[in-house]
């Protein structure tokens, strides 16, 4: 169905995708690599052979059961890592090596010396190398960026953002709950907030001071940080996320009830398995990814859904003459002209499409890469400054930061 | 009126009270001042006639136009130091050396050499000294702080505090827009945050890393700022507060509508007269001074008020079980057993009953006082340490911690 959607709208150049690691975090972007007909679909790698069927049947692409052999395949110009986070540095060169355009997922990779392995790849290779799937790609925040770069409010000042979810209450893999592989709250959700903060802050992150926390027996992972960072132009931060699922951030905005993915007596009942050990976490997990039931629902895209205070969280940009913040379907602009509820760029569209279209227009129209290895590199030592911080309770200096690049 | 009322209800001791400064601060704590038969107010000073006059009638008390004059009166037995920032400490000391009870206002003083002074005179004069006036007084805080302490949710693991308020367009004196003398949001804000962190994360704070921020025209001192900090027991929080009242904390609970001090046009107007020199600012004061028009607003207390995110703002206290937060009326406690309101200690009452009765079971029934001088100087070493934070760009480790009171 995809294929002929595509095959029905006249675009000259389709970009054609090989995606490793068919999980959780692939079920959130294929529809809409399905929903843009610039991309195709041509060929997976997983070691999950249900899924790879389920694949193939869906998109009529090849499969394969490790990532050097869909590295091997001519038809396979881009490589999407999806795999977990360990993956994310050893997949990523191997696709480089082989000469593919690769999008990463966050975290880019678990150490720097990872991520200077993979810009280096990318550079020696001559490929583009993408740090995607965060939430700065998306429309609120690239909208928001655009309000603060206009200067119609003046320069920006402070930037706090909340997020209170159930992200440790979601079924995962062994590899997840395991905090030396990239798993936890720091680790994978970090880099959307950071990511965030930096694209709206302009990229240079001076220090930040940061704790984490890990306090529910029923998960050996992290699941809460929390800090203070500070721009070199001197403009502050606070940041927080807190995956434990009591309170929810969504309980902050009127329309917030629509959209959860638990109700409290089911996290109350999550909670209590975890505990006890009775909850079947595999299957839960594989009704999330692709053909499973929860994956269905990811995929029905009828209706646009209103924004809810999700992973990201709650995110209050203050400039000298104005707030913004997230409204359901845009951005509330609050300034000496009132409350405006202001549309989003390109009409928000599917939330993914923005890192999509960066990887086509970088490959296909050799357009420069915003989300780029350097860039990701640098979330990257925010992240784990954080860490860094919390283990040593002091502030941490930071030396790899990159600018924010200038065009929008 | 408030004699009679006095009067008529069987309170064995009263405690007479004389109060310097009548200002906005004092028009805030006067209505608890007079629903409390416990207390006697007794005495006023003040350089304004006005004020001086409408007391005189109002409470049928004795007006001084010094605070020395008043301190010489026998009949005054405690003193309450509601005058401007810089007054704070030599207030104080006049009234501990001429063995007054007192209770001062916050920020306890502008310096922490200051701060040890009142400490010293109220240790030689063998007075009660109290720092009041913060909102961890209140009942929302207090009930928090019971049920923390009581385990049932675990041990507290974070607490986070979000204040968006019109703070910095409510009408200032000239000694309130001078920072030297403790003017903006850090000195004047700072001490409700601090105060009711500290209260509910155990008094010992071991490090901040903050900054301040200052961007209207029309105001020239901070109304800005926000920091990390951490407890010596490793626990960590977040804080902040933006004064210049474009977004309000109060937008993110249902029933945030009411209360508001100023509509969002009022609000622009405000900016507006400030930034062109046509506010009739003294005038806008006088309005909330005892007798204004705003004053009579804030002393009807003929129904108990919702609350909304104040001054203090949106505080979240996360344990390892379950997650508190002020409800309308109460506090939501999120845990596994869903989210209930639960009441607040004493019924929640009138809101600064808790730093009055803390002042009168001190000096009638000798019971500890929890906000000592010790404490207060702590507490206003946090929001020194923010200020020096900014300036240095690093975090700032304390040395005048001390834990919060055992008992509740």
Chains 1, 2 share one sequence.
Request: charged share 25%.
């Amino acid at each position: 169905m995809a294929e002929d959607k595509n095959a029905s709208q006249s675009v000259q150049r389709q970009l054609k995708l090989g995606i490793v690691g068919i999980g959780v975090g692939a079920s959130e972007i294929l529809p809409a690599m399905e929903q843009i007909p610039e991309f195709k679909l041509v060929a997976a790698a997983d070691i999950n052979p249900r899924v790879l069927e389920t694949f193939r049947q869906r998109y009529g692409a090849k499969t394969y059961d490790s990532v050097e052999k869909m590295c091997v395949d001519p038809d396979v110009e881009a490589v999407w890592v999806s795999t977990p986070n360990k993956f994310h540095a050893p997949h990523t060169l191997i696709a480089a090596n082989a000469g593919k355009h690769v999008v990463v997922e966050k975290p880019m990779a678990i150490s720097l010396k990872e991520a200077e392995q993979m810009i280096e790849a990318s550079i020696k290779n001559k490929i583009k190398l993408l740090c995607g799937h965060t939430q700065s790609f998306g429309p609120h925040i690239r909208t928001m960026r655009k309000i603060i770069r206009s200067g119609e409010l003046g320069r920006l000042c402070a930037l706090h953002v909340w997020a209170y979810t159930d992200w440790m209450l979601r079924p995962r893999t062994a590899e997840e709950l395991d905090v030396n592989q990239g798993g936890g709250v720091p680790y994978r959700q970090g880099p959307h907030q950071i990511d965030t903060l930096r694209l709206l802050g302009g990229g240079l992150v001076r220090s930040v001071r940061g704790a984490t926390g890990q306090w529910f027996q029923g998960r050996p992972i992290p699941g809460y940080y929390s800090g203070f960072l500070e721009f070199e132009d001197g403009t502050p931060a606070t940041f927080m996320h807190n995956g434990y699922g009591y309170f929810l951030a969504s309980e902050l905005v009127p329309w917030g009830g629509q959209n959860i993915r638990y109700s409290e007596a089911e996290r109350a009942a999550i909670r209590k398995s975890l505990l006890d050990g009775t909850r079947d976490e595999n299957a839960d997990k594989d009704e999330m990814r692709i053909g499973g039931a929860q994956e269905r629902e990811v995929r029905d895209r009828s209706k646009v859904k209103p924004w809810v205070p999700n992973d990201l969280g709650i995110l209050v940009a203050t400039c000298e003459k104005g707030d913004l913040r997230q409204s359901q379907y845009g951005l509330f602009v609050h300034s000496d002209q009132g409350t405006k509820d202001v549309p989003l760029i390109g009409g928000g569209g599917p939330s993914r499409r923005g890192e999509l279209m960066e990887l086509y227009n970088a490959v296909v129209l050799d357009k420069p890469i915003r989300h780029t290895g350097p860039w990701g590199m640098a979330t990257l030592e925010v992240c784990l400054a954080i860490i860094q911080s919390a283990k040593e309770r002091k502030e941490i200096l930071l030396s790899h930061q990159v600018p924010a690049p200038e065009e929008d």
